[in-house]
């Protein structure tokens, strides 16, 4: 990797950190671990580095948005249940000033009504929803043409 080139950040909201065990039928039996292995494996193809960050906390997941704003070169984030209601993370989202990838495990268009929402749709410029953990790795890979572009 350059010396001088931003990372990629990997933003994951709530429950995120149960995934392999919560609801397999939904969101498969991959971990988080497992997707970020994977990640970092496709952005480092690329020449590309990874900051990778799961929370169950809304105000630390809008810290490391903040983050990527100053030091990141792009965002892929899954907010999961943050993405229904979170003002605060569309807030920061939108003064991010780098590309965003919204990455949904599930094809949420296909579960609860309340799912179909999105406040970070609203600042993303491209939302993978139902591709299970391979999303993430697309996410990279249109962040890579986009950054390279």
């Given at each position: ?5 931003k990372p990629i950040y990997v ?20 971990t988080l671990a497992d997707i ?75 579960r609860e009504e309340f799912r ?34």
């Amino acid at each position: 990797m350059c010396a001088m080139r931003k990372p990629i950040y990997v933003l994951n909201g709530p429950n995120l950190n149960l995934l392999g065990t919560r609801k397999p039928e939904v969101y498969g039996t991959t971990t988080l671990a497992d997707i970020e292995a994977a990640v970092r494996t496709r952005a480092a193809a690329g020449g590309w580095e990874v900051s990778f960050h799961q929370s169950n906390h809304e105000g630390d997941v809008v810290d490391r948005i903040q983050e990527a704003r100053a030091e990141g070169a792009a965002i892929v984030i899954n907010p999961a249940a943050f993405t229904h209601y979170s003002i605060a993370i569309h807030d920061a989202l939108e003064a991010a000033d780098v590309p965003i990838v919204e990455v949904h495990i599930s094809n949420v268009h296909r579960r609860e009504e309340f799912r179909h929402t999105s406040f970070v749709s609203l600042q993303a410029d491209a939302v993978i929803a139902g591709a299970g953990a391979f999303g993430y790795e697309m996410a990279v890979d249109w962040l890579l043409r986009t950054l390279e572009g």
